[in-house]
């Protein structure tokens, strides 16, 4: 059964500074993609980036970078220049694209709180 | 474009009670999905639907249940509501076509659903 499993509960980084979030895996599906959400306090759901498993380069968008180590299993968000807005919970997400009806599997999230 | 619409954004109910959060989407999409978030987790799958007139159940479906009479619309029926099913509901929708060409997810804003 696919999984996902974030360790970091909370970060806390400082204004302007880079942070990295943990993301791992597991899958039997050669065929997958990788997603990360963020969700402000507000509530909804904001699609930040996406790595499918077979692209042969890291994703980006903008500031937030997606370190995929196939080998590892893991799928850690890199966000550079941390803004006070970055302060939210961020979630990890898989589709496995075999499995015919393209549910996403969540991690368990992180908190990032942005200090001035 | 709307996109995916929920309604009600939040709702209290006695237990015992029932209800029906709503769904609609205007993007054609084929896929549509029920999430719950319980405080502090991520998200967890209840039921899905590939098309109309197919549904399925997820992760956690006791409690619940979903029709999808039409590609637009995916309501989830609350019946004898508990405390358990305090919860923010999320609809979500993606797309894929015959030459599984797939088009990404778009959530809706939740519904914060509260048993007393």
């Known amino acids: 059964a696919q999984k996902i499993t974030q360790t970091q509960p909370g970060m806390f980084v400082q204004e302007k500074e880079a942070v990295t979030l943990d993301c791992t895996y597991d899958?039997?599906?050669?065929?997958?993609?990788l997603f990360w959400y963020k969700q402000p306090s507000s509530g909804e759901m904001i699609f930040l980036i996406y790595?499918?498993?077979?692209?042969?380069q890291n994703a980006t968008e903008g500031r937030y970078s997606l370190n995929f180590q196939k080998a590892r299993k893991s799928a850690n968000l890199v966000i550079s220049a941390s803004q006070l807005g970055d302060s939210a919970m961020y979630f990890c997400?898989?589709?496995?694209?075999?499995?015919?009806?393209?549910?996403?599997?969540f991690g368990t999230g992180t908190r990032l709180l942005v200090s001035p | 474009n709307a996109g995916v619409t929920q309604t009600p954004k939040f709702r209290i109910l006695k237990i015992g009670q029932s209800m029906t959060l709503q769904c609609t989407q205007d993007m054609n999409h084929n896929y549509m999905y029920w999430y719950r978030q319980d405080p502090g987790m991520g998200l967890k799958l209840i039921y899905y639907?590939?098309?109309?007139?197919?549904?399925d159940k997820g992760e956690v479906p006791n409690g619940y249940n979903v029709s999808r009479s039409t590609t637009e619309d995916f309501p989830l029926r609350l019946e004898l509501a508990a405390p358990s099913q305090t919860s923010v509901y999320f609809c979500?929708?993606?797309?894929?076509?015959?030459?599984?060409?797939?088009?990404?997810?778009?959530f809706g804003s939740g519904t914060r659903l509260t048993v007393v």
């Open positions: 899958t039997s599906d050669p065929s997958y993609g």
């Open positions: 997400a898989m589709r496995e694209v075999n499995t015919g009806f393209q549910k996403l599997v």
């Open positions: 790595q499918g498993s077979y692209d042969q």
């Open positions: 639907s590939v098309g109309a007139g197919i549904t």
């Open positions: 979500a929708s993606s797309y894929m076509d015959r030459a599984q060409t797939w088009g990404g997810y778009t």
